[in-house]
T-cell receptor, first 110, second 119 residues
Framework: SQQGEEDPQALSIQEGENATMNCSYKTSINNLQWYRQNSGRGLVHLILIRSNEREKHSGRLRVTLDTSKKSSSLLITASRAADTASYFCATAGGGNKLTFGTGTQLKVEL | ETGVTQTPRHLVMGMTNKKSLKCEQHLGHNAMYWYKQSAKKPLELMFVYNFKEQTENNSVPSRFSPECPNSSHLFLHLHTLQPEDSALYLC??????????????????FGEGSWLTVV
């Protein structure tokens, strides 16, 4: 069954602006991961946040996790045209089985 | 490059054909996965192998037949597919399934995918 669900489905911003994407999930998790996919390519792992963590940073990425609300957000600061891609959250329950959402399509315009 | 290589990148096949997708990982991982990605749908997990043993078959039709001869190679054999099977098929790997889910070994590395069109 579908676990992560991203919001919004599509987001269009200007270069230099910040982009925020949200992910909601339904059941308990051990960790939540964000992946990026350029059009027609494979997914690339961006960041993993564990269930006992509330915030994590990696370069221009900031991820938050609120387990009480079963939600996470991905913030990309000072966006660039090269950030244009689809972004997926994936939740991990037991073992290594990841369940992905439908993704947010981000377009960063010059 | 993620260390996971898929071939072919594009495949067009008729409904009566038999073809195979190949995946090879150079990361020393022991778990390998097949995912299906269709337009407007979440990524669907199809099969999981851990140390060459199949640990999950997510109710995949028998016209898809996986094979994992060793921890570095994974195949998806295709036979009598339907047009609705047209999709991007993604192979992935991770260290193994025995690590705790809190471990960074839980991270999955994807190949570039094989675009399959069934005509």
């Amino acid at each position: 069954s579908q676990q992560g669900e991203e919001d919004p489905q599509a987001l269009s911003i200007q270069e230099g602006e910040n982009a925020t994407m949200n992910c909601s999930y339904k059941t308990s998790i051990n960790n939540l991961q964000w992946y990026r996919q350029n059009s027609g390519r494979g997914l690339v792992h961006l960041i993993l946040i564990r269930s006992n963590e509330r915030e994590k940073h990696s370069g221009r990425l900031r991820v938050t996790l609120d387990t009480s609300k079963k939600s996470s957000s991905l913030l990309i600061t000072a966006s660039r045209a090269a950030d244009t891609a689809s972004y997926f959250c994936a939740t991990a329950g037991g073992g290594n089985k990841l369940t992905f959402g439908t993704g947010t399509q981000l377009k960063v315009e010059l | 490059e993620t260390g996971v290589t898929q071939t072919p990148r594009h495949l067009v096949m008729g409904m009566t054909n038999k073809k195979s997708l190949k995946c090879e990982q150079h990361l020393g991982h022991n778990a390998m996965y097949w995912y299906k990605q269709s337009a407007k749908k979440p990524l669907e997990l199809m099969f999981v192998y851990n140390f060459k043993e199949q640990t999950e078959n997510n109710s995949v039709p028998s016209r898809f037949s996986p094979e994992c001869p060793n921890s570095s190679h994974l195949f998806l054999h295709l036979h009598t597919l339907q047009p609705e099977d047209s999709a991007l098929y993604l192979c992935a790997s991770s260290q193994d399934l025995d690590r705790g889910p809190e471990s960074s070994g839980n991270t999955i590395y994807f190949g570039e995918g094989s675009w399959l069109t069934v005509v």
